[in-house]
T-cell receptor
Framework: TQLLEQSPQFLSIQEGENLTVYCNSS?????LQWYRQEPGEGPVLLVT?????EVKKLKRLTFQFGDARKDSSLHITAAQPGDTGLYLC?????????FGQGTELSVKP | NAGVTQTPKFQVLKTGQSMTLQCAQD?????MSWYRQDPGMGLRLIHY???????DQGEVPNGYNVSRSTTEDFPLRLLSAAPSQTSVYFC?????????????FGEGSWLTVV
């Protein structure tokens, strides 16, 4: 059983479309991070959200932490082919970082 | 500008063989960890260390040993390799724990056990 459930697992969209990736859990996390990973490389941190209800924006990416600190979402506006990659959410709990399964995003020109 | 360095990048082992994946960081980070990544399962924590001389188990520790004799190095040992340990392994480090801190990952080690 995955402690952090990401959905969808796969997403294939056209350039210019909007999308949202969800990261859900029944457990509370002290913080939640989003990573992006490209083939053959390690994950790279995009953002950390710490406060319940927090919203952070990174250019066309908007990250939200749920009020109860159990879930998060990543919204991408006007997706570009360069956004293609594996997106991972990870929750911090008891000094450990627990990852979701990941969302494989493909943006076609 | 090394960051987190893992070696080897690729390795093929026979069932029953042992080996060590090396990990070194040059950022003076206290916290280091090892993950394995399998399709559809994200990254799963194998072992982690909050400082030299201190290690603890993660989600999937069986079949792996670690030690932390220095701040810089955190090797992962496979005692008797099994096909189920075929995976991509990532070493990571951060200043102090994982809560709110930026974690830096190595580039990964691809291990195949035949």
């Amino acid at each position: 059983t995955q402690l952090l459930e990401q959905s969808p697992q796969f997403l294939s969209i056209q350039e210019g479309e909007n999308l949202t990736v969800y990261c859900n859990s029944s457990s509370v996390f002290s913080s939640l991070q989003w990573y992006r990973q490209e083939p053959g490389e390690g994950p790279v941190l995009l953002v950390t959200v710490v406060t319940g209800g927090e919203v952070k924006k990174l250019k066309r990416l908007t990250f939200q932490f749920g009020d109860a600190r159990k879930d998060s979402s990543l919204h991408i506006t006007a997706a570009q082919p360069g956004d293609t990659g594996l997106y991972l959410c990870a929750g911090a709990r008891g000094g450990k970082l627990i990852f979701g399964q990941g969302t494989e995003l493909s943006v076609k020109p | 500008n090394a960051g987190v360095t893992q070696t080897p990048k690729f390795q093929v082992l026979k069932t029953g063989q042992s080996m060590t994946l090396q990990c070194a960081q040059d950022m003076n980070h206290e916290y280091m960890s090892w993950y394995r990544q399998d399709p559809g399962m994200g990254l799963r924590l194998i072992h982690y260390s909050v400082g030299a001389g201190i290690t603890d188990q993660g989600e999937v520790p069986n079949g792996y040993n670690v030690s932390r004799s220095t701040t810089e190095d955190f090797p992962l040992r496979l005692l008797s390799a099994a096909p189920s340990q075929t995976s991509v392994y990532f070493c990571a480090s951060s200043y102090a724990g994982s809560s709110g801190n930026t974690i830096y990952f190595g580039e990964g080690s691809w291990l195949t056990v035949v």
